[in-house]
């Protein structure tokens, strides 16, 4: 069974700072999709970034990227000029792209984010 | 706003209870997945619905059944409520099963006294 890891319960960054969440998984599989997903306080489920595991180039969206190593099973978000906004829960997901698989997600414990003006 | 509504947004019950969580997925959309949130277990998937036809199973409780209708809203029914059932639901919907993409719902708070 596929398991997801994020080490980091919590984590603090400056406004305008970068950070970066860590996220490990494990799988037997050879195609997959990544996400980080995003909860802020009003508990709704964002999407923030997605890799197709069979990409070698990282994903990108804005000021959130990641660093995809998939020998190392390591998928870990960076965020650049942390805004007051991108205080949440964050959330690392997996999911089978395998013919026939079910489709849902398979959950990290998530990191929570705090971001200090 | 992702286009999938869930009710009631909170729902406080007691032990021993049966309640029902209503999910309306995006239109177009054909699947939906039930999700729980707690404290303890984090984020787990419960149950897949597509269109209309149960697709997958995942840690789901005897005490607890879905069904998705026709017009394709689904619902999530819990029974014989204990208190470790209160959670977060969530409801996310597809275009299809697989690969596409998942919206979620706003959840529902469910609180077991």
């Known amino acids: 069974a596929q398991t997801v890891t994020q080490s980091q319960p919590e984590m603090s960054v400056q406004e305008a700072e970068t950070v970066t969440l860590s996220c490990t998984y494990d799988?037997?599989?050879?195609?997959?999709?990544l996400f980080w997903y995003k909860q802020p306080p009003s508990r709704q489920m964002i999407l923030v970034i997605r890799q197709e595991a069979y990409k070698q180039q990282n994903a990108t969206e804005n000021r959130f990227s990641v660093n995809f190593q998939k020998a190392a099973k390591s998928f870990s978000l960076k965020i650049s000029d942390s805004q007051l906004g991108d205080a949440a829960m964050y959330f690392c997901a997996y999911r089978s792209a395998k013919l026939g698989s079910q489709g849902n997600l398979i959950f990290g414990k998530g990191t929570k984010l705090s971001v200090k003006p | 706003d992702s286009g999938v509504t869930q009710t009631p947004k909170h729902l406080i019950t007691a032990t021993g209870q049966r309640v029902t969580l209503r999910c309306s997925p995006r239109s177009g959309d054909l699947s939906v997945y039930w999700y729980q949130q707690s404290l303890d277990q984090g984020l787990q998937f419960l149950i897949q619905?597509?269109?209309?036809?149960?697709?997958a199973k995942g840690n789901i409780l005897e005490r607890f059944s879905a069904q998705q209708f026709p017009d394709l809203h689904s619902e999530l029914n819990l029974s014989s409520l204990e208190l470790g059932d209160s959670a977060l639901y969530f409801c996310a919907s597809s275009v299809a099963g697989g690969l596409n993409e998942q919206f979620f719902g706003p959840g529902t708070r469910l609180t077991v006294l």
């Open positions: 799988t037997s599989e050879s195609d997959y999709y």
């Open positions: 619905y597509y269109n209309g036809e149960e697709r």
